[in-house]
DNA sequence: AATGAATGAGGATTCATTCAT
DNA sequence: AATGAATGAATCCTCATTCAT
């Protein structure tokens, strides 16, 4: 990869995530793609050498640039109110950004994705499960096996946006409170 | 659809699931659906006009067939019983029916849905609302929202589902008892 | 070819030249011919062993059986009411079975005629310019080259009987008489 | 279209015309015309967005560059000058575009034309039939139906020219004479 | 660096023909 | 004799990628 213009970059990803969320990553093709970045197909090879890469490279970007940069400053926090401002966030990134979850979601499905891709998906998730695990030794936390604990925030949390989203919800404190306290219901010894 | 050989639309199905399995439904082609099934790419077309009615088919029969037919003797149970022989069963389907699961999800972000198939999608859920409604008019679930309910337990069963194929681990009964435990604690009232 | 049934027979013929006449030589299908013949695919290849074989026997009957077989009984009148009468009957025949025109036609410029089929064109012909020769020898016909004479009686006729089915306009005797009196004007001496 | 080369369109347009001289219409297929014009197939879909628009094309191009082109010096000739000159321009067109011809006869009865190129067709005989009115104004020709009149001009033209071509003889100034004088014979009063 | 015309491998679909019933 | 399911070669068309300008 070899960005000239950073501009144009975004145009690129930008048209991505919207046709793919017009017609999915089925119907996805470069001469889309170019033409609502609204540049040529030949320059869309200068940025990125193949189909492949330029899915990648989105996908990578995302996933550093989405949920794993909101939770820098809330390590010091504790448990439970830690556990409240992600879930608080994550439902909000989720929703304000529902382009880019459908895209990360069909990606993880296609042919595309690259080994190097996959190993990224872990990454939200190695943090929450040491939340978690902090939260056990704290004996706040039911002592259940962490992917017992993970895989109820994390599915709760994609499918509660995704309905949101579907039925144009909006996000408001209440709905944030209530599910969050399902969640902690759920988790709490 | 004129189904002439039962035992040929049963390896087309299992054709489409399998290749959806591996490569997901964009690497979904009519030849492979037909060497995989080991019938003639023209034979495919005897079966389904277009592989757009052979994918929607395919949907409608493992939504017809599937975790919708494995309800009606529960009906008569007390809420919570039911609740989890539900959760149990719904649990082990989708455990055992991963490709299924993975075919129906990636279908459902294709283009090649149809109208008709969507309103396919919303069966089950409706079942579930009913049951949740029934446990709060008997004080025993919180008076939550019902969407708010819904979607933690269809959102944690998938993704729970999906984290037990991934890594492997079998579908005990310990992990059965634990998720489903989780899921009560954060829905009763 | 072993034809069992007249009435099958005819029947695909009948199916041949209605499908003919309305979508074309390009769009006939053996399938097609079958379903509006009310037989089975494979029964047509009982009938003949190919589509061509099919084409090219439907041409032969129609050429044998149509102007051809009008023409017996006039060789006995004098040159000009013979050349009426033929006028006439081959613009009826023309105007009464167009389907039979167009697929001649259209027949003569396909990939599927053979050798042979191609010999039956000129029989009719043959018939004519023996008329004009007898004609020319009476002196009442110009001494013109006789191609230059049958061209114009053959074309003629042909772009008429087109030009008044296409119009819908009946064929009436006055039809008849004025453009067999041009016909004659041009070629008498 | 979106004419990007001129030679490589005449090149697809040349092929077209020359393939349908030799195989007829049915046998036109887009790959036989990409490896005839020398382009590759993809190349045939950057100039056309289907077989159907190519053909579409052509025909008009033919329509609109062809035999209505060369009537615009000829409109200040007296009636039977006029004429003359028609009719030797015309033969003279028609036997030197044989495939031309072919193609245009081939294309009015495939599935492929348009209702906007079936518009086409009667443009020329719109300017004859004007002819031929004068001329009956002018006491010259017959008072005859004009259809009668122009059929057998027209008819008499498309099958002398074809009966040259098939025959390989010379378009001669006696052919040309001798048959107009026929024609003239035919429609002066 | 930017472009888009050119390309052909690959995908969906059709259709003449075969063959088991 | 009659049937129509089964077949795959051949057709139309798409799309990732290249390359000359």
């Known amino acids: 990869?070899?960005?000239?213009?950073?501009?144009?970059?975004q145009a690129i990803f930008n048209a991505t995530l919207s046709l793919t969320g017009q017609e999915g990553i089925v119907g996805l093709t470069m001469s889309k793609i170019a033409k609502t970045a609204k540049i040529g197909i030949g320059t869309l090879y200068v940025y990125f050498e193949s189909k492949e890469e330029l899915v990648n490279e989105l996908y990578r970007q995302l996933k550093t640039g989405g949920t794993l940069s909101m939770i820098d400053?809330?390590?010091?926090?504790?448990?439970?109110?830690?556990?409240?401002?992600?879930?608080?966030?994550?439902?909000?990134?989720?929703?304000e950004n529902h382009a880019q979850m459908v895209f990360m979601e069909q990606f993880l499905n296609s042919p595309f994705i690259s080994e190097e891709s996959r190993g990224l998906s872990y990454q939200f998730t190695a943090y929450l499960t040491d939340l978690l695990e902090t939260g056990q030794q704290q004996m706040i936390i039911k002592q259940a096996d962490e992917a017992i604990l993970m895989n109820l925030l994390s599915g709760y949390s994609r499918q509660l946006a995704a309905h949101l989203?579907?039925?144009?919800?909006?996000?408001?404190?209440?709905?944030?409170?209530?599910?969050?306290?399902?969640?902690?219901?759920?988790?709490?010894?």
């Open 1 to 9: 990869m070899k960005p000239k213009d950073e501009k144009k970059l």
């Open 73 to 95: 400053d809330l390590k010091a926090l504790p448990v439970k109110p830690q556990l409240l401002e992600v879930w608080k966030r994550t439902l909000q990134y989720r929703v």
């Open 165 to 189: 989203v579907d039925t144009k919800t909006p996000l408001t404190e209440k709905v944030i409170n209530e599910s969050f306290s399902l969640c902690w219901d759920a988790i709490k010894s």
